[in-house]
């Protein structure tokens, strides 16, 4: 029990500080750039809106804005919380129903047939929803990191897209090592 004590928190004080320098480096990026609210990358739901925020101000090489990244990362993000518990919620029911259903098997010495697991179904289809929503949030928020990395350091934006794909870990490392250049290819029409 103390092994795992220590190593939950161990991964919750990295876990927080890896959010607090992500947090700090959307600050310095949003200053940067010129937005109000720039501490908006500090507030846990609310920082992948930030971030496309940023991700906004890309110019496209034919001159064109970019997609409005924050408002989708933001409403991805809360739609993921939402079936999370949504999942959760009909995986309870499922499991009381379920047993209930092997207890009155039981008492009643009868073989358990499938429509007792009828309330499986719910719980698989929220299942795959969650599961959807889930790709299209990462494949929006490695665009709009990309476009990130992309108006700070150009030259490193493809390595620390694919890093941080496979390492999740490094992005908020990433953001902090290049908080600090000046953005290029960007835009300041509108910011706010």
């Not at 795992?4 to 947090?23: D, E, K, N, R, T």
């Amino acid at each position: 029990m103390r092994e795992y004590l220590a190593f939950s928190s161990i991964f919750s004080f990295v876990g927080i500080a890896l959010f607090i320098i992500s947090g700090f480096a959307q600050y310095k990026m949003s200053k940067s750039i010129g937005f109000k609210y720039a501490w908006l990358g500090f507030i846990p739901v609310v920082s992948v809106y930030s971030l496309g925020r940023i991700a906004t101000t890309y110019v496209k090489k034919d001159g064109s804005k970019s997609t409005k990244f924050g408002p989708i990362l933001l409403v991805l993000n809360i739609l993921q919380y939402i079936l999370v518990a949504v999942f959760l919620v009909f995986t309870i029911i499922s499991v009381i129903e379920i047993v209930g259903n092997a207890e009155d098997a039981i008492s009643q010495n009868i073989a358990m047939e499938l429509d007792m697991f009828v309330s499986v179904v719910p719980v698989i289809i929220s299942f795959f929803v969650l599961f959807a929503v889930e790709i299209a949030f990462l494949i929006c928020f490695h665009i709009a990191l990309w476009r990130v990395y992309v108006l700070f350091d150009e030259k490193n934006a493809t390595i620390f897209t694919v890093l941080s794909v496979f390492f999740n870990f490094l992005t908020p490392i990433f953001l902090f090592l290049i908080r600090k250049k000046q953005p290029t290819f960007c835009f300041k029409d509108n910011l706010n």
